[in-house]
């Protein structure tokens, strides 16, 4: 079992679902007090259609012969 929130963690966790709402939602304070207090940055749909992701292909090998 996991462990028990505190009445505190609970009503951070709700301010902090408040916040990431009204930021999505374009609230330029709620996105400034996400970065500051969480070191959280939202991104733009645009921003993050900018963005280029370097990852490895995954998939199967071939097994080499022995």
């Known amino acids: 079992m996991g462990d028990t929130w505190s009445l505190n963690q609970e009503e951070e966790d709700l301010h902090r679902q408040a916040l990431f709402r009204k930021a999505r939602k374009g609230d330029k304070h709620a996105a400034q007090e996400l970065q ?31």
């Open 36 to 66: 500051k207090t969480y070191g959280v940055r939202l991104w733009s749909e645009k921003e993050r259609a900018k963005l280029v992701y370097d990852t490895p292909k995954r998939g199967k090998r071939k097994a080499r012969k022995a």
